[in-house]
């Protein structure tokens, strides 16, 4: 008797153990499929907005075009300058904003387009040093210094060269402008600097800084820098940094941010070394 209640109890255990790995397994398979629809919604809905924007973009042309050619002919139109004043006034700031209406979409396709990466193997230095040499006149004419503090020789990573000068760009950019609106005597010293180091894995990176001696970033906006359209700067899109972190999230990267008021800004980038693709699968390019 004994062993028969011992034989049960272990084929209700069993069974139980079974039901409950079986149910996590579902639960999984669940969770899986519910990511991929999410993925594949984003994916139907960003290649909607991208069209949509388009056919936005194309009349405004048109529109453009128009507001223009409107404009001189009511210029060649004899009629009292006090009545043609008025109505050339209102056709331009019809055409303005037609223009700005364009810009932003542009800005949008920009930002929303597809990124078509090429990862290789490539030297992080060299890009840098192209990049410096590209952009010193422009940090010059703003009274900024730029200096680079390069690891020694090649700095091997998994990259895109034109894609990460045009991420690393966005925030040479952002330091100069900060710089220039500070007050003159105070230092416009702009930094950029390589080394190797390791990730939470153990696996080889390198890592960017990119620092500035400009006005920092206030607690409050600091949290909101990625967010797209997030701007403080009256001609701004605010779409520079949401672009850079894309780009570096394609290259498997990371990108952070350090900064203290009235001092500066560290922006760190951190780029694998070998193929990430490899061991983080499903990401790509796209967008
Ligand atoms: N190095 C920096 N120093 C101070 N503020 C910064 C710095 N980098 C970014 N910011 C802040 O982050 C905001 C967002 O930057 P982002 O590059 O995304 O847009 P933007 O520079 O305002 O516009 P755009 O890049 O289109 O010219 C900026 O408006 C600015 O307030
Ligand atoms: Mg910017």
Known sequence: MPMLLGFAIGTLLTAGVTTALVLRHMARV????ARVRRAKRLAELGSM??????????????????VQLLTEAIEDLSVDDEDRKPLVRRLGSLG????RLRGILTDFLEYAGELHLELHAADLNSTIDELVDFFMPQAQQQGVQIRSDLASGTLEAWIDPPHIKQAVMNLMLNAVQGMSRQPEGVARELILRTSRGVDEHKRPVVVLHVIDTGPGIAPDAVERIFDPYFTTKSGGSGLGLPTTRRIIDAHFGKIEV??????????VITLPVEDGGVTHQGASGGG
Do not use: M
Not at 259 to 264: K, V, W
């Open 96 to 99: 303005r904003e037609a223009e």
């Open 49 to 66: 907005t991208r069209g949509l924007a388009h056919e936005i973009k194309n009349p405004l042309s048109t529109i453009g075009l128009n």
């Open 258 to 267: 350090h900064t203290e008021e009235g001092r500066g800004t560290d922006f």
């Open 30 to 33: 669940r969770a899986a499929d």
